[in-house]
């Protein structure tokens, strides 16, 4: 009886504030601005899920939330199915915020067909950490047609032709790789691991693993397919056949007398590329050929398990390709794009939030010695490791990344350098669209499947299978294909050069 | 020989022995009722228990045999698929065909070759079972693989050499088996299944298996429900994962002599259940063992249950046992015991009042019957002790007639000789005689007393048969205190001289000896009368006690009989009267009563 009055006096309280409109205990949230409520980030990209993800993507959202009032999933999707996820994602209209793309993941097809955001204005109100770090010249590297619709992960923005040799009979038979310049000078090495190793093949090729194709690579722009390429020494715009220019044929013959001396394996040209690994990792290879770039041959020696030494045989090259190996673009089914670019800004300019996402927590996932260098904590390894994702090169700023303990400690200063000493292509930021000529670019691509690897790896004669090579290409097509690549570099000239050349 | 004492102990010893063997068949009835409920409940339970393991083994061996069916069919499937695509290569090929027709121009077959390596590549990924196709060219001893997931280069060449060696060595005819069927295979340490098709340009297309591959999403399965599946071949060789540790010869023999059941057990370190199935586009046998531990997890309550059953019967049967003992057994027992007590003459023997309404009633209804049994047989004893004092009292009081008169006739031919001495002294012994009898109201006196009478008479039948007669007796001094009802051993004398004596040439002796006897813990006063006459009838020695029943007898030998009576009613078979026969001849009494003095005889 005593407690009655109480109670409708609290009742009474109560309805005056509900009919007033405002909770009296949650007045601390309308100081800030409606637009800056916390908002949820969907981020898709390829790689598999780490054990300990829902743990760092925890540590990511507290910092997040510190910075930009925000909170992130990260959701990896496995390799293979990369591009038929995100393809059925667009279809049916999912919310997600950001995903990782490159050249060789249909970057232009969406751009072409809107998927991304376009991101020029994001960039200039957002993202001015992005646009210091990376420089102009790799924001215009991966613009399509003047406009940026990804922002370039800041890491190797070129490639060379190079390969790697067995560090042991390198120093076995005390050879000088700084005297290689050519591939001429390799003929006598090689020579000598013949003639002195029989159960090591000097130089092990594979179909897409060969010196004439690398060397092509990465002298000439090859615009996307190799189907009417740019020679950059030329000096002009002029889209020719790869197959009709120096570099590519004297490396080819070159392969054709080594292959007749006997330096390289004979079914090369049916060899697959994880074969060849095989092959290195059984020791039965002195050399082979890859892409390179600073530290190549530790991160090759630490994957095949077998001691390797690198020379570059071509100039770092910078093109197109190379400078959207890897993106991060905003979905046009984003709600929040601001957002969106403000954490791309803090892949770029937060040290903290990078090496969370790239490595993991502190102590947890690894441990930093007195030098800032990385290494797994006792009894942990990158096999049973709980977060080691190994997609650090996908995000942000990579110079921002720790090293770990094997790592060259100058690797960042090396790979700016690589970037800087690199020989931009003319078409660079030039991406060519091959849907006009569909078909003369399928029935050409089967031409290139009959004759690359034999070719490019020696095995059959150059001199009488080129001939017979162009003549297919040509009637698949070629002709048509380099006319239209002539015609949307013209274009691509015209709209680039114009407002960059004033 | 007779014993006066009446034999109540015995007579209860005797009855005692049915009532002891009820006991042990009332338990045993009880033991037997009980089983005859609790193990057909038992056994039907044990049965019922088997049976559903039964039920269940069969279920599950239904059940895996299902799965190895469908897996078996699947794999059969992938085989299919993978032979017919062979066929395909090995007719439609075209650029497998032109190898041939190539072999002249090295280039053009290196680009051949490369076109047919592209092509098996491609094949790959509509099918997915294949781990690596291959295509032969013995002409030039040529050898293509295509293997999308190689997984060393030592495994590569290792499956190469093994592929080459089919062909060449030898007679070049090893690649025959694996044409008909998919064949198994070991190739390093791993087991394949291989298939070779020949083309029409007598080249040879052939593809390998893993078996790992067929059998993993098995051996996934098979680990979410603890069983383990296995590869073998028809001849009962264990492929993969290996043979089982334990029970491999037996499982092996099992699937080479193929019988046609749906399961079979196979005994190892522990009991499995063997399912199997064999393929039809191979000669492999897909097996699956089932430990029975896993099993019958599914019945682990019923098993458990059944293995506790009999013990839980048993227990069941003890306590009930100890209840019964608590309920039935004990008061019984309590009730027999009592009625030995009352049956041995300890009537004050009372029941303890049971708890248990029933047996309460009984032991109360024991308790009053005895109580007035006890009352009851006092009053007979007062009774009959009473009618029999009145009885003594008449007989002390009738003295022979014929003796005062014998003797009367003495005193007078005394007389008439003048013989002055000898009258005097009979008329002593006369008065002596007599006075005992008119003073003869206590109930007891002594043993002095009474052989002083005794030694009245006898000197008064010397003086009646001087010549013939001769009385000895021998008085222990501890004897002579003891008390003895009047009258005791005077009957026997008179009856001795009544039935033994003759005035014959021979001096008739009667002697009566009294001492005191020791037997164990007690002590008894024995009185010994014997004479050297004719003895007893035979008949009567053996059938005293009846004899004494006999009215006719009694009349004839009151003094014995009263005798008799007052000893058995005074002593309650304490007393011992037995007759027998003297040496050389003559008949002797031995009489026993209890030793008792003056100061003794409280009651």
Redesign the interface.
């Known amino acids: 009886m005593k407690r009655k009055p109480a109670f409708i006096l609290a009742m009474t309280f109560g309805l005056a504030f509900a009919l007033a409109g405002c909770n009296p205990w949650s007045g601390s949230t309308a100081h800030r601005p409606a637009e800056q409520s916390k908002y949820k980030l969907i981020m898709y990209y390829p790689g598999t899920t780490p054990k300990d993800l829902a743990l760092v993507q925890d540590a990511i959202n507290k910092r997040l939330t510190e910075k930009i009032n925000a909170a992130i999933e990260l959701k990896p999707i496995d390799w293979g199915a990369y591009n038929d996820k995100t393809n059925l994602m667009f279809t049916s209209n999912e919310k997600f915020d950001l995903m990782f793309t490159a050249a060789y993941l249909n970057f232009n097809a969406n751009v072409a067909k809107g998927q991304f955001v376009q991101l020029d204005a994001l960039l200039e109100k957002y993202g001015q950490g992005i646009i210091k770090t990376l420089g102009s010249n790799w924001i215009a590297g991966s613009q399509v047609n003047g406009h940026s619709y990804g922002v370039p992960t800041l890491k190797e923005f070129a490639g060379a032709a190079g390969l790697l040799f067995r560090k042991d009979l390198v120093d076995k038979y005390s050879i000088d790789l700084d005297r290689i310049h050519e591939l001429a000078d390799l003929t006598p090495i090689f020579r000598k691991i013949k003639e002195n190793e029989p159960d090591v093949t000097p130089l092990v090729q594979s179909e897409g693993l060969t010196v004439p194709g690398l060397v092509a690579g990465y002298t000439m722009d090859l615009l996307g397919d190799g189907l009417g390429v740019l020679d950059p020494a030329a000096g002009n715009l002029k889209v020719v056949n790869l197959l009709e220019t120096r570099p590519y044929t004297d490396a080819v013959k070159q392969m054709r007398n080594w292959y007749l001396e006997g330096f390289i394996n004979e079914d090369a040209?049916?060899l697959?590329d994880?074969?060849l690994y095989?092959?290195v990792?059984?020791g039965?290879a002195f050399a082979f050929a890859v892409t390179t770039k600073p530290g190549k041959d530790v991160e090759m020696s630490a994957q095949l398990g077998v001691e390797l030494v690198q020379r570059d045989i071509t100039r770092p090259q910078t093109t197109t390709g190379e400078a959207t190996g890897a993106m991060l673009a905003i979905s046009r089914t984003s709600a929040d794009p601001e957002r969106a670019m403000m954490f791309l800004d803090l892949l770029y300019t937060d040290k903290q939030l990078i090496n969370l996402l790239d490595f993991g927590i502190e102590g947890r996932h690894y441990i930093k010695d007195s030098n800032g260098m990385l290494s797994y904590p006792e009894g942990v390894d990158s096999q049973n490791s709980t977060y080691s994702p190994g997609t650090a090169w996908m995000f942000g700023n990579q110079m921002n990344a720790y090293l770990w303990r094997n790592e060259d400690r100058d690797k960042w200063a090396k790979f700016k350098a690589f970037n800087d000493s690199s020989v931009k292509s003319p078409a660079l930021g030039f991406m060519w669209d091959p849907t006009k000529v569909k078909n003369e670019v399928s029935a050409a691509f089967s031409v290139q499947?009959?004759?690359d690897?034999?070719i490019r790896t020696g095995?059959?004669?150059p001199d009488?299978?080129i001939p017979m090579y162009i003549e297919k290409l040509k009637a698949a097509g070629l002709g048509r294909i380099i006319a239209e690549k002539q015609k949307q570099l013209d274009a691509w000239a015209q709209s680039v050069r114009a407002p960059l050349n004033p | 020989m007779g014993a006066v004492r009446p034999s109540a102990s015995e007579s209860v010893s005797r009855r005692s022995k049915p009532k002891g063997e009820l006991r042990v068949t009332l338990r045993r009835k009880v033991i037997v009722a009980f089983g005859l409920l609790t193990v057909p409940l038992v056994c039907f339970l044990l049965y019922t228990n088997y049976y559903s393991s039964q039920v269940v083994r069969e279920q599950v061996a239904g059940y895996n045999a299902g799965l190895l069916t469908l897996y078996g069919d699947q794999i059969d499937q992938t085989l299919e698929t993978g032979g017919s695509y062979l066929y395909r290569l090995a007719n439609q090929e075209s650029d497998i065909r032109s190898l041939v027709y190539n072999l002249g121009d090295r280039?053009a077959y290196?680009?051949t070759?490369?076109?047919v390596?592209?092509g098996l590549?491609s094949d790959f990924s509509y099918n997915k079972g294949l781990y690596l196709d291959f295509v032969y060219i013995p002409n030039n001893r040529d050898l293509?693989v295509?293997?999308?997931?190689?997984?060393?280069?030592?495994e590569?060449s290792v499956i190469s050499n093994y592929l080459r060696d089919l062909f060449e060595s030898g007679a070049g005819e090893g690649h025959r088996k694996f044409e008909s069927l998919w064949e198994n295979c070991r190739i390093g340490d791993k087991h394949y299944l291989l298939r070779i098709v020949r083309t029409d340009t007598n080249t040879y297309v052939g593809a390998l298996i893993r078996l790992d591959d067929l059998m993993s999403p098995l051996q996934l399965i098979a680990r979410d429900r603890s069983v383990r599946a296995y590869f073998l071949d028809r001849s009962g060789e264990w492929l993969i994962p290996g043979p089982p540790e334990d029970a491999a010869s037996e499982g092996s023999s099992a699937v080479a002599g193929d019988d046609g059941q749906a399961y079979r057990t196979i005994r190892g370190a522990e009991k499995y259940l063997m399912v199997d199935h064999s393929l039809q586009m191979s000669n492999l046998v897909l097996a699956v063992l089932i430990p029975e531990k896993v099993m019958l997890q599914q019945v682990p309550l019923f098993q458990r249950i059944g293995y506790v059953i009999p013990f839980a019967a048993g227990m069941l049967l003890l306590i009930f046992l100890a209840y019964l003992q608590k309920l039935v057994i004990e008061p019984m027992h309590r009730l027999v015991k009592g009625m030995r007590q009352i049956g041995k003459g300890h009537l004050d023997t009372r029941l303890v009042a049971s708890r248990s309404v029933e047996f309460a009633l009984i032991g109360d209804t024991f308790n009053r019957m005895a109580s007035e049994i006890q009352d009851l047989k006092i009053h007979v004893y007062e009774e009959e002790i009473r009618s029999q004092r009145a009885e003594l009292k008449q007989l002390q009081l009738q003295m022979n007639p014929h003796f005062l008169f014998n003797s009367l006739n003495v005193i007078y031919n005394l007389a008439e000789t003048g013989k002055v001495q000898l009258i005097k002294q009979m008329a002593r012994h006369m008065v002596g005689y007599l006075r005992f009898f008119a003073r003869l109201k206590e109930h007891l006196i002594t043993v002095g007393e009474e052989m002083e009478n005794v030694g009245h008479y006898m000197n008064i039948q010397k003086l009646r048969f001087p010549k013939h007669l001769e009385y000895e007796w021998v008085l222990e001094a501890a004897a002579s205190k003891a008390l003895l009802p009047p009258l005791t051993v005077q009957p026997f004398v008179e009856n001795a001289l009544k039935h033994g004596f003759s005035t014959g040439r021979e001096m008739f002796r009667v002697s009566v000896k009294i001492g005191v006897l020791d037997r164990g813990d007690k002590r008894f006063c024995e009185l010994i009368i014997e004479d050297n006459g004719k003895g007893f009838p035979p008949a009567l020695m053996e059938r005293l006690e009846e004899t004494l029943a006999d009215p006719s007898f009694t009349k004839a030998h009151i003094g014995i009989w009263n005798a008799y009576n007052h000893l058995k009613m005074r002593y309650r078979g304490e007393a011992e009267l037995r007759l027998e026969q003297a040496e050389p001849k003559g008949a002797r009494v031995v009489i026993v009563i209890p030793y008792r003095t003056d100061a003794q005889e409280g009651d």
């Open positions: 040209a049916t697959k994880d074969q095989n092959i990792r059984a039965k499947k009959e004759f690897g034999a095995t059959v004669d009488k299978y | 280039d290196a680009l070759r490369v076109a390596s592209r590549y293509i295509a293997q999308p997931k190689q997984e060393s280069y030592e590569a």
